[in-house]
């Protein structure tokens, strides 16, 4: 009986108190801090500490005002932990998620240029955000219910961002006034593309996407989202949608997506490959891959070795549901 009552009180423990208020997007430590438990008792079981610079996993605040976020720490044990808000930010921007790049190598080891390639799993996307207008008419035999869909394309490292734009246009695009950014000058294979594999194009994603990364990637607009579309049907046509288009409505795991990119791509793929992942109601569903990419771009075919050759990046979310399309 006495052991009963222990648990009981420890799983108490573990719980947000009842004045938490529910939060979307992620918490980006700026030093190290506790991890807590409990911000009554302050305890911290294994001695949790926050990593300068690391994104974690946003699930609320202690009140509407807080004073502690509730984040997920993975690994930890209980991973769900309150940390001080004035440790770090809270973002909702997903580019955030990444971890910040490694050093640069010295000249002659230098490998290439690098970028990271975010593709969505749009149905998942879309119960995130489900007053965007790709996401009010999702259909099961659309390209999005059973095909990764493009996020984009961003040359390294994450400042690298904004090349040559005004302060009207950043403003635009980093406000989410998108339609006011300026019109692309696409060829119509491109744009036809762009409007099947980039849903957000009906939000003006794809002028977001130019402003703020391809303006970096030293090209004009057409060979930029030509890049980004090659990079995609590599995966798009690989044993990764496979993968996930077998498993709708189930859960996998990031061990089972980093191996599919072994399969597809050779050992050690996988490893250059991030999960990110968001709560939804009582499920954890799979939002987006980001993948690190190093070298030249000149078609498909070359994701192989531009995979192989980027560094390895920690994983971000364990397991999550492939999310069918249509909104809950």
């Keep these: 009986?006495?052991?009963?009552?222990?648990?009981?009180?420890?799983?108490?423990?573990?719980?947000?108190?009842?004045?938490?208020?529910p939060l979307n997007g992620y918490f980006i430590a700026e030093r190290a801090c506790p991890a807590l438990q409990s911000i009554r008792r302050e305890t911290n079981p294994g001695n949790v500490m926050t990593s300068p610079g690391k994104a974690y996993d946003l699930l609320a605040g202690n009140t509407d005002?807080?004073?502690?976020?509730?984040?997920?720490?993975?690994?930890?044990?209980?991973d769900r932990r309150w940390v001080d808000v004035e440790c770090g930010q809270r973002s909702t921007d997903s580019e955030a998620r990444l971890p910040?790049?490694?050093?640069?190598?010295?000249?002659?080891t230098f490998r290439g240029t690098q970028y990271v390639?975010?593709?969505?799993?749009?149905?998942?996307?879309c119960e995130?955000?489900?007053?965007?207008p790709e996401c009010r008419g999702q259909r099961p035999d659309s390209f999005e219910a059973t095909h990764f869909t493009l996020h984009g394309l961003w040359p390294q490292p994450r400042a690298n961002a904004y090349c040559n734009v005004s302060e009207s246009e950043r403003r635009d695009s980093e406000t989410g006034n998108w339609r006011a950014l300026p019109p692309l000058a696409l060829n119509p294979a491109i744009a036809g593309e762009l409007s099947q594999v980039m849903p957000g194009t009906m939000s003006n994603l794809?002028?977001?996407?130019?402003?703020?990364?391809?303006?970096?990637?030293?090209?004009?607009?057409?060979?930029?989202f030509k890049s980004s579309l090659d990079m995609l049907l590599a995966v798009?046509?690989?044993?990764v949608v496979d993968l996930f288009a077998n498993n709708i409505g189930r859960k996998i795991t990031l061990t089972q997506v980093?191996?599919?990119?072994?399969?597809?791509?050779?050992?050690?793929?996988?490893?250059?490959?991030?999960?990110a992942c968001e709560p939804d109601g009582n499920r954890q569903i799979i939002t987006e891959l980001t993948i690190g990419l190093t070298g030249a771009i000149t078609g498909p075919d070359d994701f192989t070795s531009l995979i192989l050759n980027a560094s390895p990046v920690e994983g971000g979310c364990t397991s999550g549901m492939v999310d069918p399309v249509g909104l809950r």
């Design 65 to 78: 005002r807080p004073s502690h976020f509730w984040i997920v720490i993975p690994g930890a044990e209980p």
């Design 100 to 108: 910040d790049p490694a050093p640069k190598p010295a000249p002659s």
């Design 128 to 132: 995130t955000s489900p007053n965007k």
């Design 206 to 224: 794809e002028r977001h996407e130019w402003t703020k990364h391809g303006t970096c990637f030293g090209t004009n607009a057409n060979l930029y």
């Design 117 to 125: 390639l975010a593709i969505n799993w749009q149905p998942a996307f």
């Design 258 to 275: 980093r191996a599919a990119f072994d399969s597809s791509f050779g050992a050690g793929a996988g490893l250059r490959v991030a999960m």
């Design 1 to 21: 009986m006495r052991r009963l009552l222990l648990a009981f009180v420890l799983a108490l423990t573990a719980l947000p108190a009842q004045a938490e208020v």
């Design 236 to 239: 798009n046509t690989s044993a």
